[in-house]
């Protein structure tokens, strides 16, 4: 039975996203002004925010490979505005998010105090200072996420990767960990002609959305477009991969607004 999305489920789920994050936020606020701890915060927002996040979004994650341990460069396909959120509660991580996403009302506030760094591509200074924080932070052993298409989209496989973080990686031996990420439903995807609001009620209005991470083989080059060529090449054949299997060998030919994943129902 098809079954549209229920927009009271996705205002409920809103605002108790919206207030899982106001307290994480004051939370983090009152330790910061003790003690600034970014292994703690990070470990915090994986176990505790991420994680109920998700439990409240009705995301659930099927994981094939492990995250390694930190000081890598994780690059990652983008699909919807919830991957950093799926991406934070798989593994601990050092994101870099576009500025945009930090003037959010409240998410924007824990993510700035949660040391998360915000990089305005039109600017470059801020490009600049990016690619400074994010040598600094894989230095001192973290982990770093980066979504190298630099917004979201239902294109396939994948849009032009962007080569900054990659000629950080090059330029400091810094190993680079592709990650192919895919949701089974393709209407969780959005597209930014695509208007968000309509975006969000589809998303949080159905009960469920189901979402497969696959962590590649570690990439190590002094040659940022050859890190970035062998990433790209490995997400893209993971993506048509999962595709497949959802959807059929004719994948390609069906519509996003259209495609019913195999044995799921479409919300």
Same mark, same amino acid.
């Given at each position: 039975?098809?079954?549209?999305?229920?927009?009271?489920?996705?205002?409920?789920?809103?605002?108790?996203? !919206?207030?899982?994050?106001?307290?994480?936020?004051?939370?983090?606020?009152?330790?910061?002004? !003790?003690?600034?701890?970014?292994?703690?915060?990070?470990?915090?927002?994986?176990?505790?925010?991420?994680?109920?996040?998700?439990?409240?979004?009705?995301?659930?994650?099927?994981?094939?490979?492990?995250?390694? %341990?930190?000081?890598?460069?994780?690059? #990652?396909?983008? $699909?919807?505005?919830?991957?950093?959120?799926?991406?934070?509660?798989?593994?601990?991580?050092?994101? +870099?998010?576009?500025?945009?996403?930090?003037?959010?009302?409240?998410?924007?506030?824990?993510?700035?105090?949660?040391?998360?760094?915000? #990089?305005?591509?039109?600017? $470059?200074?801020?490009?600049?200072?990016?690619?400074?924080?994010?040598?600094?932070?894989?230095?001192?052993?973290?982990? #770093?996420? @980066? /979504?190298?298409?630099?917004?979201?989209?239902?294109? /396939?496989?994948?849009?032009?990767?962007?080569?900054?973080?990659?000629?950080?990686?090059?330029?400091?031996? !810094?190993? #680079?960990?592709?990650?192919?990420?895919? /949701?089974?439903?393709?209407?969780?995807?959005?597209?930014?002609?695509?208007? !968000? @609001?309509?975006?969000?009620?589809?998303?949080?209005?159905?009960? +469920?959305?189901?979402?497969?991470?696959?962590?590649?083989?570690?990439? $190590?080059?002094?040659?940022?477009?050859?890190?970035?060529?062998?990433?790209?090449?490995?997400?893209?054949?993971?993506?048509?991969?999962?595709?497949?299997?959802?959807?059929?060998?004719?994948?390609?030919?069906?519509?996003? %607004?259209?495609?019913?994943?195999?044995?799921?129902?479409? /919300?």
């Amino acid at each position: 039975m098809l079954k549209v999305a229920n927009p009271t489920r996705a205002i409920l789920r809103l605002i108790t996203l !919206f207030s899982l994050t106001l307290v994480y936020l004051l939370w983090l606020l009152i330790r910061n002004l !003790f003690s600034r701890n970014p292994e703690r915060n990070m470990r915090f927002r994986k176990n505790v925010w991420a994680k109920h996040m998700m439990k409240v979004g009705g995301i659930r994650v099927h994981r094939v490979g492990s995250p390694p %341990e930190g000081g890598h460069l994780f690059v #990652v396909n983008h $699909r919807s505005s919830i991957d950093p959120l799926v991406n934070l509660a798989d593994a601990l991580l050092f994101p +870099v998010a576009k500025v945009e996403f930090g003037r959010w009302p409240i998410i924007g506030q824990g993510a700035w105090a949660s040391g998360i760094v915000f #990089v305005d591509r039109s600017n $470059r200074d801020s490009r600049a200072r990016t690619r400074i924080a994010i040598a600094k932070a894989i230095r001192e052993g973290h982990n #770093v996420l @980066i /979504y190298p298409e630099g917004k979201t989209s239902d294109c /396939y496989p994948t849009q032009t990767f962007k080569k900054g973080s990659f000629e950080v990686a090059a330029a400091h031996g !810094f190993p #680079v960990q592709p990650v192919a990420m895919e /949701y089974k439903d393709r209407k969780d995807n959005w597209a930014h002609n695509h208007n !968000f @609001i309509s975006h969000f009620i589809r998303r949080f209005g159905k009960p +469920v959305s189901m979402v497969e991470i696959r962590y590649g083989p570690v990439l $190590r080059s002094d040659n940022a477009w050859s890190l970035l060529h062998d990433a790209k090449q490995w997400i893209d054949a993971e993506i048509e991969d999962m595709r497949s299997a959802w959807d059929g060998p004719q994948w390609k030919s069906i519509s996003s %607004e259209k495609v019913t994943p195999k044995g799921a129902t479409t /919300y």
